[in-house]
């Protein structure tokens, strides 16, 4: 049972302009979620998070946006650049027990 | 940050073989460690939960008889993948959760991740 979905299994975008990729959750339980960035054949790294009791984070050129009433997350990039383009994985974890469920991932490619 | 180094990066065995994968966190003492697996183009799916110390905890639908976990130390975790089948030829990566000295967040940090390839 996929408990975080990412629909978009790919997202093409220009050099420069936004990118968000969408996730949704199923488990009310959930109260904090991160975005992985993850090349081939290498673990993923962390990226940013958000905790259930902010709706808004960022860190740089990306804000991650929870609506917790609509069990959904984005990620905004933005400008978008050519070294962004990665396979990015959101990921939900409770308090209770901190494993990560991971979403199957969105595969993003940055054009010139 | 916090650095996570798995061992070998890739590995080619024959049927029946035993390979083993080390995790080990290199700057920071880390009591639970968690192996995942990934298929092509596919989520990252949670095997188990390694605890030093003790027995780890394995997800639903996962064998333990074949996925062997030993966590012997703070900063080492293993997955030892017995009697390998080309069905088990996967790509595994293992975390482990950050402690801030007062805290844990449900942050992770992550290996490089182990190619495995069974023939």
């Known amino acids: 049972d996929q408990q975080v979905k990412q629909n978009s299994p790919s997202l093409s975008v220009q050099e420069g302009r936004i990118s968000i990729l969408n996730c949704d959750y199923t488990?009310?339980?959930?109260?904090?979620f991160l975005w992985y960035k993850k090349y081939p054949a290498e673990g993923p790294t962390f990226l940013i998070s958000?905790?259930?009791?902010?709706d808004k984070n960022e860190d740089g050129r990306f804000t991650v946006f929870l609506n917790k009433s609509a069990k959904h997350l984005s990620l905004h990039i933005v400008p978008s650049q050519p070294g962004d383009s990665a396979v990015y994985f959101c990921?939900?974890?409770?308090?209770?027990?901190?494993?990560?469920?991971f979403g199957a991932g969105t595969t993003v490619t940055v054009r010139a | 940050g916090a650095v996570v180094s798995q061992h070998p990066s890739w590995v080619i065995c024959k049927s029946g073989t035993s390979v083993k994968i080390e995790c080990r966190s290199l700057?920071?003492?880390?009591?639970?460690m968690f192996w995942y697996r990934q298929f092509p183009k596919q989520s990252l799916m949670l095997m188990a939960t390694?605890?030093?110390?003790?027995?780890?905890?394995?997800e639903q639908g996962v064998e333990k008889d074949k996925f062997l976990i030993n966590h012997a130390s703070l900063t080492l975790s293993t997955l030892t993948v017995t009697s390998a089948h080309p069905e088990d030829s996967s790509f595994y990566i293992c975390?482990?959760?950050?402690?801030?000295?007062?805290?844990?967040?449900?942050?992770?940090?992550f290996g490089e991740g182990s190619r495995l390839t069974v023939l």
């Open positions: 975390s482990a959760r950050y402690f801030s000295g007062t805290a844990y967040t449900g942050e992770l940090f």
């Open positions: 488990n009310s339980m959930f109260d904090y």
């Open positions: 990921a939900a974890s409770a308090s209770t027990d901190y494993k990560l469920s």
């Open positions: 700057d920071f003492q880390a009591t639970t």
């Open positions: 390694s605890n030093e110390g003790s027995k780890a905890t394995y």
């Open positions: 958000i905790s259930s009791i902010k």
